[in-house]
């Protein structure tokens, strides 16, 4: 039979380093003076105390096919401290929420990315000035040139230029086309 979970509890597993495990023993024991009942209580004071200097955020994933955005990949879900990509904690029923932190870091690898993309794009097309609109085919096939031809990855770069406002998609007639909205004159 399974145990029964207080009212007002959620049940969390959660699968962490055997390090972090030991550690996260260690302090419980040392903190509460035992173990029995005093982990649930250390990993709610440990998360509380987190959440409570955590900013409000706007990406909102929820869970079990709700509403929202997809949650962002793993290796980025770590404390904003760590000068890494997003900080997760919860708000209301079932919602996790990661809010972005973008580093001039990040933002200087994006612009880096697509600079390069423009160059392949430049060289397929034997061009030396800044291109400010192109087939999206022919964009595409620069991105394969600089990144690599996986799909997966040739989407994850047009969503991003696309969400950082470098281009924009249109379509005309049969034809779809990339605006180039960053590094041309007129900006």
Do not use: W
């Amino acid at each position: 039979m399974p145990r029964k979970i207080p009212y007002g509890k959620k049940q969390l597993s959660v699968l962490i380093s055997t390090e972090t495990y030991n550690k996260l023993m260690k302090y419980v024991v040392e903190t509460y003076g035992k173990y029995h009942g005093a982990l649930s209580k250390c990993v709610e004071d440990i998360l509380n105390h987190f959440l409570s200097n955590t900013p409000p955020s706007v990406n909102v994933y929820t869970p079990k096919g709700g509403e929202g955005d997809s949650p962002p990949s793993p290796t980025h879900t770590h404390v904003q401290n760590s000068g890494n990509l997003f900080t997760p904690y919860t708000i209301g029923d079932n919602q996790i929420v990661y809010n972005h932190v973008e580093t001039s870091k990040t933002q200087d690898r994006v612009k880096e990315a697509f600079n390069e993309v423009i160059q392949a794009y430049k060289g397929l097309k034997k061009i030396d000035y800044h291109p400010y609109e192109v087939l999206y085919s022919d964009f595409i096939q620069a991105i394969q040139k600089v990144k690599g031809i996986d799909p997966r990855t040739v989407d994850k770069y047009v969503n991003l230029f696309k969400s950082r406002g470098l281009i924009e998609i249109e379509t005309r007639g049969k034809n779809t086309f990339v605006k180039i909205l960053y590094g041309n004159p007129q900006e």
